[in-house]
DNA sequence: TCCCCGGCTGAGCGCGATCTGAACGGCGCG
DNA sequence: CGCGCCGTTCAGATCGCGCTCAGCCGGGGA
């Protein structure tokens, strides 16, 4: 999962940019509007945290731009204590969530899973697909029953596989869900990743699609509608 | 399905023409509006990407022409930020639908998929015929629920004939349709892939009206859920 | 009936996509 | 400082896919 922080603080930023990667996310960093409508516009995240003090365009006009454009992404406001009018008028503009500051990480990070849970459409905490179960809030997957021992980029990819189970997922879109703004496109870390996971989940749960992709194939008996 | 691809920027045309090949589109490209016009003219295609920012002829003209000769093939068009003239122009010259640019290619795939569907005027997201069912968005089909395996071609060749069923469709035009514009037309790969296709679908489901091409016929009793 | 033409099919080939094992280098930790 | 873990790279092996070819079949007209 791939996440825009946009917040002009240098300390908190770099608090929770380090928070952010811990949890598992490939972070780009925004310090000011300018900055974060760009890079919104340009990437594809999967959710965005934005503070609403910002040098140049202000956080709600970033956020009325991307809408008035389309974009749906999933946005969580962070306000300044006290700021009513700031949260209104950032729901206003179409934000999905807010933390007003100061606020605990932990608080943060499971705001941001549930937006991330709800935008896939998934009402249950938890991933399941075959015997495969994944708990984004312990970061912790198990392969019928059997806890299993991922590194960190092992599981931000079933995670991802298993938040879009079902659909055909290129390698184009694995790097940019996984990794964040510079990464060197033609390299075959996807293949090699994908490999390991196979190895460790089992070789028929991934399906590679040739020319197209990979894909997570939800067994029978799923409930989960698309 | 195969898609026209108008964009002089050499970066960003080399990405889109890989992201649409990953999508599983047949991919043309021209660089400037006598091209486009030229190819548009020319060969049949399913959708255009157009950008308006062109050598030789604008891309707005380009359109308008098109539409002037009475072509419907959908298109969308790419637009540089903030060119709100050129999005008002655009509309009126017959574009399907628009994005500003920078934008995300995923963006640009559903637009792309919005557009096939509803210009076959088909309301559902998946495609339907007999037991037979197609998911664009998975890139996936299935036969009375049991999941198919079907390479890309069989694939895009399925495609098009559920998107087109009840039709007959020569030979000529799903070649048209499935390969770019170099492509040994006489060549009997294509009964080869309707022989395939029919091993694994059933035998009776295409049906071959000798002289003409090739009909997916669909059967009495249809009732479609979404 | 025989021949011609269009369509069908099984086999096989070449290429590119994908996989995999091994090795490298950075980083954190003891 | 040495060790182990991890992400990445590389090169060779492997495999599947799309295409061609050649022969077969079956229908229809002469």
Redesign the interface.
């Given at each position: 999962m791939r996440v825009l922080l946009v917040e002009d603080d240098v300390d908190l930023s770099r608090q929770l940019k380090l928070a952010l990667g811990d949890a598992g996310y490939a972070v780009d960093h925004a310090a000011d509007g300018e900055e974060a409508h760009?890079l919104g516009?340009?990437?594809?995240y999967d959710v965005v945290v934005l503070d609403l003090g910002l040098p140049k365009i202000d956080g709600v006009s970033v956020l009325e731009r991307w809408r008035r454009?389309?974009k749906t992404t999933p946005v969580l406001i962070l306000t300044a204590r006290g700021a009513w009018s700031d949260k209104v008028s950032g729901f206003d503009a179409g934000a999905d969530d807010y933390l007003t500051k100061p606020f605990h990480t932990e608080e943060l990070l499971a705001r941001l899973r549930a937006l991330l849970r709800r935008s896939a459409g998934i009402a249950s905490a938890t991933l399941s697909c075959g015997g495969l179960r994944l708990d984004p809030r312990a970061a912790r997957a198990t392969v019928s029953g059997e806890p299993l021992r991922l590194t960190s980029l092992e599981y931000r990819l079933l995670h991802y596989l298993m938040m879009h189970q079902?659909?055909?997922i290129?390698?184009?879109?694995l790097v940019?869900h996984l990794y964040d703004q510079d990464f060197d496109r033609d390299s075959n870390t996807i293949e090699v990743f994908v490999g390991r996971l196979r190895k460790k989940i089992g070789p028929d749960r991934i399906e590679t699609?040739?020319?197209?992709?990979y894909?997570l194939?939800p067994l029978a008996g799923e409930s989960d509608g698309?």
């Amino acid at each position: 999962m791939r996440v825009l922080l946009v917040e002009d603080d240098v300390d908190l930023s770099r608090q929770l940019k380090l928070a952010l990667g811990d949890a598992g996310y490939a972070v780009d960093h925004a310090a000011d509007g300018e900055e974060a409508h760009f890079l919104g516009d340009t990437e594809p995240y999967d959710v965005v945290v934005l503070d609403l003090g910002l040098p140049k365009i202000d956080g709600v006009s970033v956020l009325e731009r991307w809408r008035r454009d389309g974009k749906t992404t999933p946005v969580l406001i962070l306000t300044a204590r006290g700021a009513w009018s700031d949260k209104v008028s950032g729901f206003d503009a179409g934000a999905d969530d807010y933390l007003t500051k100061p606020f605990h990480t932990e608080e943060l990070l499971a705001r941001l899973r549930a937006l991330l849970r709800r935008s896939a459409g998934i009402a249950s905490a938890t991933l399941s697909c075959g015997g495969l179960r994944l708990d984004p809030r312990a970061a912790r997957a198990t392969v019928s029953g059997e806890p299993l021992r991922l590194t960190s980029l092992e599981y931000r990819l079933l995670h991802y596989l298993m938040m879009h189970q079902g659909r055909v997922i290129s390698r184009t879109e694995l790097v940019e869900h996984l990794y964040d703004q510079d990464f060197d496109r033609d390299s075959n870390t996807i293949e090699v990743f994908v490999g390991r996971l196979r190895k460790k989940i089992g070789p028929d749960r991934i399906e590679t699609v040739r020319g197209l992709g990979y894909r997570l194939t939800p067994l029978a008996g799923e409930s989960d509608g698309t």
